[in-house]
């Protein structure tokens, strides 16, 4: 039985482009990110590969890159589950802010620890801990089953909720996975064993 997990980071957002703190904030992609998801979604294509549920979060830039991807594949009737859980780590007050004034106003080693930390939250935020936090529970109870039945799952998601994700399937600890890049727009394709540890991995980056 095939037991496939893809994970995908969203295409290039409004605010990456413009190298500014997300998080929770709700920009949608620009025309790049759309392209980054179509092409995702030809890449799966390619492959063959076709889902019976998709998961994103609440903010618009994963949603419209699922959507993109699923519009790729002919599969516009794929349910979709939306969850906050799946959100972006808050950026709390750093929120909005070009990382580069960020780095005037805090120093570069205090927003170089906000943002590559496991366990330091920004002013007002989530640290990654948090995120995992989250994101780990939703993982067990509602992604992981769906997996292990069969269902080719799909999560569109955000660097953070799924460096929380490739935390346990890839083993990473609290020290290694902070510095865990996540490219926007590649499908990171798993396959299961029946023990839920991961078989294969393919990272689908033409």
């Not at 269902?151 to 996975?177: F, I, K, W, Y």
């Amino acid at each position: 039985m095939d037991r496939i997990l893809v994970l995908l980071r969203h295409g290039e957002s409004e605010w990456n482009a413009k190298n500014l703190f997300t998080g929770w904030k709700n920009p949608d992609l620009t025309p790049k990110g759309v392209d980054e998801a179509r092409r995702a979604g030809r890449e799966l294509k390619r492959i063959d590969l076709r889902f019976n549920i998709g998961f994103t979060s609440l903010l618009l830039r994963a949603q419209h890159t699922l959507d993109l991807v699923f519009q790729e594949l002919g599969q516009r009737d794929v349910p979709i589950i939306r969850s906050r859980s799946l959100n972006e780590r808050h950026y709390g007050d750093l929120s909005g802010l070009n990382k580069d004034e960020a780095r005037q106003q805090w120093g570069e080693e205090q927003v170089r620890l906000w943002r590559r930390s496991y366990d330091v939250a920004p002013p007002g935020g989530e640290s990654l801990k948090d995120t995992v936090a989250r994101v780990l529970p939703f993982y067990c109870q509602e992604i992981l089953p769906r997996a292990m039945r069969g269902e080719r799952v799909l999560v569109a998601a955000h660097g953070n909720s799924l460096r929380a994700l490739a935390m346990v399937l890839d083993r990473l600890t609290p020290d290694s996975v902070p510095a865990l890049e996540i490219a926007t727009g590649v499908p990171i394709v798993y396959r299961l064993n029946s023990d839920s540890t991961v078989a294969a991995k393919d990272v689908l980056d033409r």
